[in-house]
């Protein structure tokens, strides 16, 4: 299979965006949307309000484009964006009587779900961050081990071993709620 020829890097899209080319810009928002959107649903437990945090993320860093100082590190700058910006939402959602919060960053559960897929998503939002992180990203967001590793700075070696515990933690937190097997 042939390799597009003009393909950019992000350092190259960067350059080009911060002369104004808008369209550059863009194409690192749709390079990178649904990575920060894994990054955002694992500290806000819901889509929706990570959706909002990707928007102000991406809003952020075309502002603040001119301060990144190594346009090859695009994708962990946004990272970093993201996750400040999803951590500021959580705690102002914090703030609301209604908000169940283990923590400053701690994902926001949604109302509860009945049946297996709520007790999977409850599973998941009980999992560490760093493996709800690679959960999301993979299952949610649809990434292969090489993007998730780009994205997390991690090698696909790791995302999968990471994936493997997270699985099992799942499968163990299924089982002892009696969701792991049919009756």
Not at 24 to 34: A, C, I, K, P, V
Not at 65 to 83: D, N, P, Q, V, Y
Not at 152 to 163: D, F, T
Request: aromatic share 6%.
């Amino acid at each position: 299979m042939a390799h597009p020829v003009n393909v950019r890097t992000d350092a190259e899209l960067v350059e080009a965006a911060r002369g104004g080319d808008l369209a550059s810009f863009g194409e690192l928002y749709q390079r990178h949307y649904t990575a920060m959107l894994g990054v955002a649903r694992s500290t806000l437990g819901d889509w929706h309000a990570a959706e909002d945090a990707v928007q102000e993320s991406f809003a952020v860093a075309c502002r603040d484009l001119g301060r990144l100082k190594r346009a090859e590190k695009f994708a962990t700058w946004l990272r970093a964006i993201c996750r400040n910006v999803a951590c500021g939402m959580a705690r102002s959602r914090l703030m609301r009587p209604s908000g169940r919060v283990e923590g400053v960053c701690a994902p926001i559960h949604e109302p509860s779900t009945d049946g297996v897929v709520g007790a999977v998503r409850r599973s998941v939002d009980r999992l560490p961050p760093s493996a709800r992180e690679v959960v999301l990203l993979r299952y949610f967001g649809r990434l292969s081990y090489e993007q998730i590793g780009d994205v997390l700075k991690i090698s696909p070696a790791a995302v999968r071993g990471r994936l493997a515990r997270a699985k099992r933690k799942i499968e163990k937190d299924l089982r002892e709620n009696r969701l792991g097997r049919e009756p």
